[in-house]
């Protein structure tokens, strides 16, 4: 116990300030991304930590619930599952967030994702892609911005689709290329920062479920230089407020 507030005590020092505000707000807490619920007995990686105040931190943690279900529930390796995580979370999202409860698809390996989730998805990797940035640049995501935020699910045509998205975002766009983190056949993260163009790409694929392609760049350029509607930037406590609202921004499937 000494030790962890030892730690925290210095992280705050460090980073003063939240990264999915743009830095409005001091930081307040520690935040762990991916949220750890996403992860069997809750045992993510120890180094993924971030600064966050706690109207930022508090405001994800219900689409962090339903994002962490749909990553559960639609990965079929059995190494992964546990019932007892996966039945905490699905009582979790029948609380909060009942239309957004999943079905399963039989005689398939699909898990069919309600539009109820999509924002929640979404906002799951945007949360992801700020603490990212913030992490590969040592600046904030803010309204100079605009982002990106695609997912689906592996082994469905969406999915192939995302892949080579992702595969051409990467080999063309981005240099510093780098797998950044793998958790067995939990998560595999990639990360791929241009500082002279302010790029950041990001990749995430969840053990046999869920795959993300989340970018951010420059508003100006993101605008003028893709082929895809991007999204202005948001501070993670007023994207959630928009969602409990019924106004989340959603793009167009990738």
Known sequence: RVDKAIFKAAFLLANPRCCYCNGERLTAELDHMPARICFKGKAGPDDMVFPT????????????????????????????????????????????????????????????????????????????????????????????????????????????????????WFNKRLIGERRNLDLGDQIRMQTGYNGAQGYLGLRMSFGQGLDFM???????????????????????RELSSRLRLGHYPLPPAP
Not at 214 to 236: F, N, S
Request: aromatic share 8%; charged share 20%; net charge positive.
């Open 53 to 168: 105040c706690r109207l930022c931190n508090g405001a994800a943690s219900q689409s962090e619930q339903v994002a962490a279900l749909y990553i559960r529930c639609s990965d079929f390796n059995g190494a992964n599952f546990s019932e007892s995580d996966l039945d905490r979370l699905i009582r979790g999202v029948a609380n909060n967030n009942r239309p957004a409860l999943p079905r399963l698809i039989l005689g398939t390996r699909v898990v069919e994702i309600p539009e109820a989730a999509h924002p929640h998805l979404h906002l799951f990797g945007t949360k992801a892609l700020y603490a990212m940035f913030h992490r590969e640049s040592g600046g904030f995501a803010g309204p100079r911005h605009r982002r990106i935020v695609w997912w689906a699910q592996q082994g469905t045509e969406a999915g192939r689709l995302l892949a080579v998205r992702a595969d051409a």
């Open 214 to 236: 989340c970018i951010l760049g420059p508003a100006k350029e993101m605008q003028r230089g893709l082929d895809v509607r991007t999204l202005r930037y948001g501070p993670v």
